[in-house]
């Protein structure tokens, strides 16, 4: 008790590891995964307050108050609706023990420190996390160009210029269908097994 003490109080406690996709059964972000919707684990780290656990739909955080505590909150980040950006990473100096992978998922800022040696991975997921990024920089894009199209469209229909045989409430129904199908469908990803396949090598 006394060592683990004190290697958090010195800041040494919380350095994270790669997970090895054997193991992946092993860790509490295991019990989180929707797995009934497809949810898979790509790549996992994991220090001894903290686990992080990217899937092909999001990233999970096991949040641990301190390396001496069993307490954990679950936070759930999903790509759909959390942008990934500002990826980096920090190399380690000559005496460091760790390099530093460093990213928004949202509003939450992460800076993830990680053992050295586990460099050549921390590319791999540095990649993957960049790729997303730019995935979801291109698909609001596309949302926004759809709701511009939206805007486009209602300046040119005046309510009194429906066709014959249509209706303001025909018209509406199919208009909101094909803007829905744009927005939350087609340039909204959800789903980056690709992304992490084609990277992740581990």
């Known amino acids: 008790m006394f060592k683990r003490l004190a290697a958090e109080a010195l800041g040494i406690s919380d350095i994270g590891v790669i997970v090895a996709p054997a193991d992946y059964d092993k860790v509490d972000a295991d019990d989180y995964l929707f797995s009934e919707d497809g949810e898979q684990i790509f790549f996992?780290?994991?220090s001894k307050k903290d686990e992080y656990c990217f899937t092909n739909l999001a990233l999970i955080h096991v949040d641990g108050d301190s390396a001496v505590s069993s307490k954990r909150s679950i936070k759930r980040y999903e790509y759909a609706s959390s942008r990934i950006a500002n990826v980096s990473i920090e190399t380690a100096g000559t005496l460091d023990m760790d390099v530093e992978l460093k990213f928004n998922a949202g509003e939450t800022a992460f800076n993830i420190d990680i053992k050295k040696s586990h460099i050549e991975q921390i590319?791999?997921?540095?990649?993957?996390?960049?790729?997303?990024g730019k995935q979801q920089h291109r698909d609001a894009v596309g949302?926004?160009?759809a709701l511009r199209a939206l805007?486009?469209?209602?300046?040119?229909h005046k309510l009194n210029a429906v066709p014959a045989g249509g209706s303001?409430?025909?018209q509406f129904g199919d208009l909101l269908a094909a803007v829905n199908t744009a927005v939350l469908e087609t340039h909204t990803r959800r789903d980056f097994s690709d992304t992490f396949s084609k990277y992740i090598h581990s």
Request: glycine share 0%; no cysteine.
């Open 168 to 170: 303001v409430a025909s």
């Open 44 to 46: 996992l780290i994991k």
């Open 123 to 132: 590319k791999d997921i540095y990649k993957a996390l960049y790729s997303i």
């Open 143 to 145: 949302r926004d160009n």
């Open 151 to 156: 805007d486009a469209t209602a300046a040119m």
